[in-house]
């Protein structure tokens, strides 16, 4: 499962749910949620059916015994395995460090957060195994790689798994209610099918966001260097709009084939941001973002509309970010312009695709401040 490189309850959306280290209490915490997930889900996409309680011994069996051949990923949380469910479908086993409470935490959030949310361009869960001080989960096996091992992407391909990783995130803040703050996007966690649609993945740092009059809500600053938002960093205060400036960077990332931060690069150019900021939104300079493994292949209008989006997405403040519904609408006005060769010579717009993409929300945002 390696890649590019919810809701509430009716009764009480904020209420906590207790749980220990211990096993059955926690495989009873799942089983419970698993039985109210009609009553907790928010209206959106539905996969169909629950998530299934494995025991250890039908996950060893579906990995050989957790071979190393059929390992395919391996992250904060644990090591990622292919396997094959009796069923005979393929899956992806995430298996979780044995490092105490965090990761148990992290394993709960994740189950219930997928459980309970269901959309295109989430990944699904299957199921799950808590059994002694084995943690793991099931999802649908995804068969990309981003980016591929085998050649570059072009640019319409880039551009569609652009749009489903908006359209997950749409989801997440504007259906679910109150909004899940995701909080680790990046492009190791999203996740291609054969056809290269996107699925977001790895929802163990995901927040419920801020309900009535709060703007935000505090926590102890938690992601990926290079992709967290520097309001968050620097205060710990965690909105959606956190998860609009982890998207900029993604975006950048598509656009210029770079990491978010590269170490072997001389040291200007080691944090992508930095770097990009010269070129974003200058009509002049801004083809030189374009990665050279397109070798020219894109529409050049739509390059430059893109680039705009982006650097509105990494504003340094976050009220005048655009909500990902905006950012959303705005990509798909870019998908609208898919490269045709021959055609990629347009001369780009004068004004930005979204000039006033964040007007709409300026003012309720002002206070985020």
Same mark, same amino acid.
């Given at each position: 499962?390696?890649?590019?490189?919810?809701?509430?309850?009716?009764?009480?959306?904020?209420?906590?749910?207790?749980?220990?280290?211990?096993?059955?209490?926690?495989?009873?915490?799942?089983?419970?949620?698993?039985?109210?997930?009609?009553?907790?889900?928010?209206?959106?996409?539905?996969?169909?059916?629950?998530?299934?309680?494995?025991?250890?011994?039908?996950?060893?069996?579906?990995?050989?015994?957790?071979?190393?051949?059929?390992?395919?990923?391996?992250?904060?949380?644990?090591?990622?395995?292919?396997?094959?469910?009796?069923?005979?479908?393929?899956?992806?086993?995430?298996?979780?460090?044995?490092?105490?409470?965090?990761?148990?935490?992290?394993?709960?959030?994740?189950?219930?957060?997928?459980?309970?949310?269901?959309?295109?361009?989430?990944?699904?869960?299957?199921?799950?195994?808590?059994?002694?001080?084995?943690?793991?989960?099931?999802?649908?096996?995804?068969?990309?790689?981003?980016?591929?091992?085998?050649?570059?992407?072009?640019?319409?391909?880039?551009?569609?798994?652009?749009?489903?990783?908006?359209?997950?995130?749409?989801?997440?803040?504007?259906?679910?209610?109150?909004?899940?703050?995701?909080?680790?996007?990046? #492009?190791?966690?999203? =996740?291609? *099918?054969?056809?290269?649609?996107?699925? /977001?993945? +790895?929802?163990? &740092?995901?927040?419920?966001? !801020?309900?009535?009059?709060?703007?935000?809500?505090?926590?102890?600053?938690?992601?990926?260097?290079?992709?967290?938002?520097?309001?968050?960093?620097?205060?710990?205060?965690?909105?959606?709009?956190?998860?609009?400036?982890?998207?900029?960077?993604?975006?950048?990332?598509?656009?210029?084939?770079?990491?978010?931060?590269?170490?072997?690069?001389?040291?200007?150019?080691?944090?992508?941001?930095?770097? #990009?900021?010269?070129? =974003?939104? *200058?009509?002049?300079?801004?083809?030189? /973002?374009? +990665?050279?493994? &397109?070798?020219?292949?894109? !529409?050049?209008?739509?390059?430059?509309?893109?680039?705009?989006?982006?650097?509105?997405?990494?504003?340094?403040?976050?009220?005048?970010?655009?909500?990902?519904?905006?950012?959303?609408?705005?990509?798909?006005?870019?998908?609208?312009?898919?490269?045709?060769?021959?055609?990629?010579?347009?001369?780009?717009?004068?004004?930005?695709?979204?000039?006033?993409?964040?007007?709409?929300?300026?003012?309720?945002?002002?206070?985020?401040?």
């Amino acid at each position: 499962m390696s890649c590019f490189s919810c809701s509430s309850r009716h009764k009480d959306p904020r209420k906590r749910i207790a749980y220990t280290n211990a096993s059955q209490s926690l495989s009873r915490v799942v089983d419970t949620i698993e039985c109210e997930k009609n009553n907790l889900s928010p209206d959106g996409e539905r996969s169909g059916g629950g998530a299934h309680k494995f025991t250890l011994r039908q996950l060893a069996a579906a990995t050989e015994n957790f071979r190393e051949a059929n390992l395919i990923g391996e992250g904060g949380f644990g090591r990622v395995y292919k396997g094959h469910i009796n069923s005979g479908q393929i899956v992806a086993i995430k298996q979780l460090n044995r490092n105490g409470q965090q990761g148990s935490q992290e394993f709960l959030v994740e189950c219930l957060m997928l459980i309970m949310l269901h959309h295109t361009n989430l990944v699904s869960l299957i199921g799950y195994c808590a059994e002694g001080q084995e943690r793991l989960l099931v999802y649908e096996y995804m068969s990309q790689d981003l980016p591929p091992k085998r050649e570059p992407l072009d640019w319409n391909t880039r551009i569609k798994i652009a749009l489903g990783a908006a359209k997950g995130l749409t989801y997440l803040h504007d259906v679910v209610n109150p909004p899940v703050i995701y909080r680790d996007l990046k #492009s190791a966690n999203i =996740l291609l *099918d054969d056809e290269f649609n996107p699925k /977001l993945s +790895d929802f163990g &740092l995901a927040k419920l966001g !801020p309900v009535g009059d709060d703007t935000h809500v505090s926590t102890r600053v938690m992601g990926t260097y290079g992709y967290c938002a520097p309001d968050y960093i620097m205060s710990g205060k965690l909105n959606v709009k956190s998860d609009v400036y982890s998207f900029g960077v993604v975006l950048l990332e598509l656009i210029t084939g770079r990491q978010a931060f590269d170490i072997s690069k001389e040291f200007g150019e080691q944090k992508l941001i930095v770097w #990009s900021r010269p070129f =974003l939104n *200058d009509r002049r300079r801004f083809v030189q /973002l374009a +990665d050279p493994l &397109l070798q020219g292949h894109y !529409p050049r209008r739509a390059l430059y509309q893109l680039s705009v989006v982006t650097s509105l997405c990494l504003h340094e403040k976050p009220h005048m970010r655009p909500t990902m519904s905006d950012v959303t609408a705005a990509i798909d006005y870019v998908a609208s312009q898919p490269y045709i060769p021959g055609t990629n010579c347009s001369t780009p717009p004068l004004s930005p695709p979204l000039k006033d993409v964040s007007s709409s929300n300026r003012n309720e945002d002002n206070k985020e401040d």
